[in-house]
């Protein structure tokens, strides 16, 4: 089974590995209620600077612009260290949760235990099996939470989850990185040959990203991919899903695939 990984560190998350300096449990605080207040909307981003100080305690190498993603980066040391009480934590969760301003592989997500692996794998357990046929589409309703979790604001408006918001959650977990090469270039080969619509958004994604092997190049059971995934780089214009675009997978290749992506969906 394709192994799901956290992305690579970005640039916060490695200031938040530098060892920081001793801070004050009032400085935490402080920390605390204006990152909490600005992912509740109580507060501006720009409330950032009147916690430069504290924060640099916790960030040493922070840069001399400080953004929401430092402030919180700063909390996630606080966290690690023992600083933030338990009603606290959870608190953030609960803001981080229902918040799509902070990356989901964040050094706060990280301290506070929350993982994109989990919602990024149920995710595309249910996309992969609704292509190739062995999950309905009506099943979506086991993945709402991992769908929230990538669209927090997706059902603002009540009117429920459907298959296109899966696909969609799926694209933004593809684009954060956490999806293996692996799993996107067997979407890319089930979605030449399903007759399943998957959404705009993770087909522009599948056709027109720069992820595309070089020719040759084989998946693990030997199904070549070159001769399944179409190079469209060169094409600028939105286009609709088309289902039939691409050359045709023998059965051999059919069968290999099918048996690749029933093997994801048992957990093999």
């Not at 506070?112 to 149920?122: M, N, R, T, V, Y």
């Not at 009117?159 to 296109?164: E, H």
């Not at 007759?195 to 958004?201: D, F």
């Not at 990203?209 to 995934?229: F, I, K, Q, R, Y």
Request: proline share 6%; glycine share 6%.
């Amino acid at each position: 089974m394709p192994r799901f990984e956290r992305c690579g560190a970005t640039a916060v998350s490695q200031l938040s590995m530098v060892p920081s300096q001793r801070s004050s449990p009032d400085g935490v605080k402080k920390i605390f209620k204006v990152v909490s207040g600005v992912l509740n909307n109580a507060f501006d981003k720009s409330k950032v600077k009147l916690v430069e100080s504290e924060v640099r305690q916790l960030l040493p190498r922070a840069p001399a612009s400080l953004q929401l993603a430092h402030a919180c980066a700063a909390l996630a040391v606080a966290v690690t260290d023992g600083k933030v009480p338990l009603q606290g934590q959870k608190v953030l969760m609960e803001l981080l949760e229902s918040n799509d301003r902070i990356p989901k592989d964040s050094p706060l997500h990280s301290a506070l235990g929350i993982s994109p692996l989990e919602p990024a794998q149920e995710l595309f357990k249910l996309v992969s099996g609704v292509l190739t046929g062995a999950v309905a589409e009506h099943n979506v309703s086991t993945c709402e939470k991992h769908i929230k979790f990538w669209m927090p604001t997706v059902d603002s408006v009540g009117r429920g989850y459907g298959f296109p918001d899966a696909c969609d959650a799926l694209a933004l977990a593809i684009e954060s990185g956490i999806v293996p090469q692996q799993s996107i270039q067997m979407l890319k080969m089930l979605h030449k040959t399903s007759e399943n619509a998957l959404s705009g958004n993770l087909c522009q994604l599948l056709d027109f990203n720069d992820m595309e092997m070089d020719a040759g190049s084989t998946t693990e059971d030997g199904v070549e991919l070159a001769s399944v995934c179409e190079d469209v780089s060169e094409q600028t214009e939105p286009v609709q899903c088309d289902h039939s675009a691409g050359p045709e997978l023998s059965p051999q290749s059919i069968h290999r695939l099918f048996k690749q992506a029933a093997g994801i969906l048992n957990g093999a």
